[in-house]
């Protein structure tokens, strides 16, 4: 069984920063993918960035160049640094590993951008 808990959220004003952790427990061995998602209030949850094990990275349009994913995979976290935050990032924020062939998720983490 693994388990993921995030930690990091909170309430930052436009343009401030933010960085979120998530720690993998139990069953960590090999995985393939970590990364984060969000789902803001009536939206559907949505790809922010991950990370595969071997250190690529890919991120949604609208956090390129403001957001940055790292992993540790000896310790089996990782991070996500959010700069310059904008009102449309709030939401709340899910990490999630991928193991073949199982997906697993964190409980999520508020995050709230005031203008």
């Known amino acids: 069984q693994v388990q993921l808990v995030e930690s990091g959220g909170g309430l930052v004003q436009a343009g401030g920063s933010l960085r979120l952790s998530c720690a993998a427990s139990?069953?960590?061995?090999?995985?393939?993918?970590m990364g984060w998602y969000r789902q803001a209030p009536g939206k559907q949850r949505e790809l922010v960035a991950r990370?595969?094990?071997?250190?690529?990275?890919n991120y949604a349009d609208s956090v390129k160049g403001r957001f940055t994913i790292s992993r540790d995979n000896a310790k089996n976290t990782v991070s996500l640094q959010m700069n310059s935050l904008k009102p449309e990032d709030t939401a709340v924020y899910y990490c999630?590993?991928?193991?073949?062939?199982?997906?697993?998720w964190g409980q999520g983490t508020q995050v709230t951008v005031s203008s």
């Open positions: 139990g069953s960590t061995t090999g995985f393939n993918t």
């Open positions: 990370i595969t094990s071997y250190g690529n990275t």
């Open positions: 999630k590993a991928f193991r073949i062939p199982n997906n697993y």
